[in-house]
């Protein structure tokens, strides 16, 4: 499902870039200007040029994901919250931009998760309303088993001035987490309040948490040159986030699954390049984004008997934030 999602992604923006394509006879682009551009090759195509570029990098990434499970039928207090974070994480970035015309920049990149990073999650129980926690554990093995992030998306430069320009964005980006908590130690409340302490086994699976963004945005960019470097940034956002997310509890035998309504979202990158030479230079970035809690029902599953509940209205809320600070190498073709 994920391949498909991300193979039906690329042939649409391929469609795009051949429509655009067709009609870049209209709009003529002059060999003077392309020849500044940095790290880019060109592709001449009916007496237009076509500016490429393209880019390879690593990023560190940390952050962390919440879920939330809340007593909707009733007052709407937090009855858990398991906090699920991201440490260490080193990703793979590959991207290439193309230019068809002197108003129009097709962009695309994905980061891929690299190492398991160094994460950890807490699961907090509130079963008493206005009373502290009642259950707690902690889990420090706890791995990233997925990590992946894509952005498509489309710049039209509005507004130059000298050798800054600004630029208005529409795109779709992609977020999809998944952990895997092993071990951990814990504290309940059986008779008593937190009267029971204990640990789990080292390498037993005790919970697998999945965590899909899909994100329609709009965003402003801006990329300003100076000599030998290029400033650039920008800021997305978008109130139309379609959020899914899976919660397995292996011990309990239980499949959580939500539906969310929809969420919003907001990121901002800045970055700065050095150009070596006119095919080679290194950009140095760094990226913010934040998921805001969206809430929606949720249905539980007993994967022993198969047996479920449904649970309407805000029963269940998800987050995210994560920030990233990456290095590139941008190449011409």
Same mark, same amino acid.
């Given at each position: ?182 071990? @951990?130690?814990? +504290?309940? %409340? =059986? ?5 029971? !302490? ?6 037993? #699976?005790? $919970? ?24 650039? @940034?920008?800021? +997305?956002? %978008? =109130? ?5 997310? !899976? ?6 035998? #239980?499949? $959580? ?45 007993? #994967? ?30």
């Amino acid at each position: 499902m994920k391949s498909k999602k991300i193979l039906s992604a690329t042939y649409f923006w391929s469609s795009v870039l051949a429509a655009v394509l067709a009609v870049s006879g209209a709009a003529p682009i002059f060999a003077a200007e392309s020849v500044r551009m940095e790290n880019q090759a060109t592709v001449q195509i009916n007496k237009n040029v076509i500016i490429v570029s393209g880019h390879v990098g690593a990023g560190y990434l940390s952050g962390e994901s919440t879920e939330s499970v809340y007593n909707a039928a009733s007052s709407g207090y937090k009855l858990s919250e398991l906090t699920w974070r991201l440490r260490d994480v080193f990703m793979f970035n590959a991207g290439v931009s193309v230019q068809p015309t002197t108003w129009l920049k097709l962009h695309g990149d994905i980061w891929v998760k690299v190492n398991d990073g160094n994460g950890s999650m807490d699961d907090y129980d509130w079963f008493v309303e206005g009373w502290d926690w009642t259950h707690w554990s902690h889990h420090n093995n706890v791995e990233l088993s997925e990590g992946l992030m894509y952005d498509l998306n489309a710049e039209f430069p509005f507004y130059r001035f000298d050798k800054t320009t600004f630029s208005a964005l529409i795109g779709y980006k992609h977020d999809h987490w998944e952990w895997k908590a092993r071990g @951990g130690s814990y +504290i309940y %409340s =059986t008779y008593a309040l937190r009267d029971t !302490v204990g640990t789990f086994p080292d390498n037993e #699976l005790v $919970i697998t948490y999945e965590q899909t963004f899909g994100v329609p945005y709009v965003g402003l960019a801006f990329d300003a040159r100076l000599e030998k470097v290029t400033l650039t @940034g920008r800021l +997305i956002g %978008s =109130t139309l986030v379609k959020v899914e997310d !899976v919660d397995h509890h292996h011990l309990r035998n #239980l499949l $959580i699954e939500n539906d969310f309504d929809t969420g919003s979202m907001v990121s901002f990158d800045l970055g700065g390049s050095y150009n070596f030479t006119d095919q080679f230079s290194l950009l140095a970035a760094y990226h913010y984004q934040i998921y805001y809690e969206t809430k929606g029902s949720t249905k539980i599953t007993d #994967l022993l008997t198969g047996e479920t509940q449904n649970f309407p209205g805000d029963a269940m809320g998800t987050d995210h934030q994560s920030n990233m600070i990456s290095l590139s190498l941008r190449y011409t073709f």
